[in-house]
């Protein structure tokens, strides 16, 4: 069985982690498979702009690793694990495509590790996200003690980190850990939102964004300026222009 549901609509793909029995758990080839289809989508051919990420069922958008898996596994075979998780995650946030996850149900450990590698997070009001490793004798392993703290910063992720506990909807908004709180419907509309746009211009405005926070100010200016530039000879912006003076919506083309 295919360790993913994938759904088209036009430029929008809905994955869904088949994978309701385990509480859509980390597997080794689940987490092979997602690093397949982020490969697909982050091609040369661009024809996929955003991908909302899901799991099946309501109980569990993902439960972390496969904790049935990870006992049989070995040392080396756990590094080894983590290595194809760390590669996946970090492919998600290098890619040109959004990728929003919509949080349906719990998401722990390395599911919360899954949601912050997304561009954007939704949440249904009855999910709980938590990164839980101190609970079992270990530190988050797929980026969570650095990309949590960018998130909502360092007071709050060393209370989410060091606690292990698990937060709802509506604390989980407040710090900013997710984005909005809605459904499935309110994910996919914003992923139509955000595909209605200049494609180059969205992907290079990603970038921008997660590479110049790394940066000083006069450099991630700087970041902005070259990326900027290699908006100016694309046909979309030319295209953005017309569309305003035909008062029409703009056709883009992802050239
Ligand atoms: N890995 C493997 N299997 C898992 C799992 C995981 N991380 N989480 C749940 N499962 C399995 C359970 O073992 C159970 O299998 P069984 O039917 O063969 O006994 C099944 O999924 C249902 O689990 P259950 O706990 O009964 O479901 P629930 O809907 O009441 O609760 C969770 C769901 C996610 C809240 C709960 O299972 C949980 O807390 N899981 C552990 C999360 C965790 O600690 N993750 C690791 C962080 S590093």
């Excluded at 029995?21 to 980390?26: E, G, I, P, V």
């Excluded at 690093?35 to 569990?60: C, D, F, N, P, W």
Aim: negative net charge; proline residues 2%; glycine residues 12%.
């Amino acid at each position: 069985m295919a360790e993913f549901n994938i759904e088209v609509f036009g430029a929008v793909e809905r994955w869904t982690i088949n994978g309701e029995a385990r509480r859509n758990a980390l597997s080794r080839a689940m987490v092979g498979e997602l690093q397949q289809h982020v490969a697909r989508v982050s091609g040369a051919e661009r024809a996929v702009r955003a991908v909302v990420l899901t799991g099946a069922g309501t109980k569990a958008f993902c439960a972390g690793a496969d904790l049935k898996e990870r006992a049989t596994m070995s040392e080396d075979e756990v590094r080894a694990f983590l290595e194809l998780l760390r590669a996946t995650l970090r492919a998600i946030e290098l890619s040109d495509c959004a990728f929003l996850a919509f949080i349906n149900g719990a998401a722990f450990g390395g599911g919360t590790e899954l949601a912050l590698a997304c561009d954007l997070r939704i949440m249904d009001e009855a999910a709980e996200m938590g990164l839980t490793e101190v609970k079992l004798g270990i530190i988050p392993g797929g980026g969570g003690t650095q990309r949590l703290p960018r998130l909502v910063g360092k007071g709050a992720a060393k209370d989410l980190i060091f606690t292990g506990r698990r937060v709802g909807a509506e604390e989980a908004k407040a710090l900013g850990l997710v984005n909005r709180v809605g459904d499935i419907d309110d994910a996919m509309h914003l992923a139509r939102n955000i595909v209605e746009n200049a494609p180059l211009a969205v992907g290079l405005a990603k970038h921008a964004i997660d590479d110049g926070l790394e940066l000083e100010l006069d450099a991630g200016l700087a970041l902005e300026q070259r990326l900027y530039q290699r908006t100016l000879g694309t046909e979309d912006r030319l295209e953005g222009l017309k569309a305003f003076a035909e008062k029409r919506p703009p056709v883009f083309k992802g050239k």
